[in-house]
C-alpha cells in the first residue's frame, strides 16, 4: 500500500467490472488515504490483492492471511502476463 491507512470503503467500479472479470462478482474495496483498490478474499474477508491494470506483476491470486487461492485470478493473472 502507498500509505499506513487502514481504513477501506467498498466501492463499484463499472470500468474495473468491465476491464477485470473476476471484480464483478466479488468486493473491492478502496483506501481512503492513497486511493488503492484492494479485492476483497471470499473466505476470510482480508485484503486479497490490490487491483492494478496497469501493473500486474504487484497483484497475487493467493491472500496473504489464510493462503486462500482464488483460480479465477491466477488465470486471469497467468493470461495477462503471458
Not at 28 to 44: T, W
Not at 45 to 64: D, E, H, Q, Y
Amino acid at each position: 500500500m502507498k500509505c499506513s491507512s487502514t481504513i477501506f470503503k467498498l466501492v463499484t467500479d463499472a470500468w474495473m467490472r468491465r476491464s477485470i472479470p473476476w471484480t464483478a462478482e466479488g468486493k473491492v474495496r478502496q483506501c481512503e488515504g492513497c486511493g488503492e483498490k484492494h479485492f476483497v478474499c471470499p473466505e476470510c474477508r482480508g485484503l486479497l490483492t490490490r487491483v492494478n491494470i496497469t501493473n500486474v506483476r504487484v497483484m497475487r491470486a493467493k491472500c496473504p492471511n489464510c493462503d486462500y487461492e482464488d483460480a479465477r485470478i491466477k488465470a486471469w493473472l497467468e493470461e495477462m502476463r503471458g
